[in-house]
Nanobody
């Protein structure tokens, strides 16, 4: 059974950085897999942050991530990372990673089959 586990969240001050990790068990990332990052703040809808498709090693970013976040992978560790720089209070949310094998629609969380439990990111002074 595929399980995803996020780590790396925490409390940081505005302008600081965090790196989130998404590690899979029961499945080796590869082929047509795409791993996405989403976030959900209290009282708000889930929001697409970034995704990476393994077959092309191509990243795709949502509006919250452009210019500040980057997504990458480590095949040896079976892990996908989300590097978040210049964090803002509005980045505060629970961040989830998810796995899909569909060819398109990476921004749509409904296209993902597996989800992690999430990791809390809080940006506050």
């Amino acid at each position: 059974q595929v399980q995803l586990r996020e780590s790396g969240g925490g409390l940081v001050q505005p302008g600081e950085s965090l790196r989130l990790s998404c590690t899979a068990s029961g499945r080796t990332f590869g082929g047509n897999d795409a791993v996405g990052w989403f976030r959900q703040a209290p009282g708000k809808e889930r929001e697409f942050v970034a995704a990476i498709r393994y077959i092309y090693d191509s990243p795709w970013y949502g509006d919250p991530a452009k210019g500040r976040f980057s997504i990458s992978r480590d095949n040896n560790q079976n892990t996908v990372y989300l590097q978040m720089n210049r964090l803002k209070p509005e980045d505060t949310a629970v961040y989830y990673c998810a796995l899909t094998a569909v060819d398109s629609g990476l921004e749509n969380g409904n296209n993902y089959n597996y989800w992690g439990q999430g990791t809390q990111v809080t940006v506050s002074s």
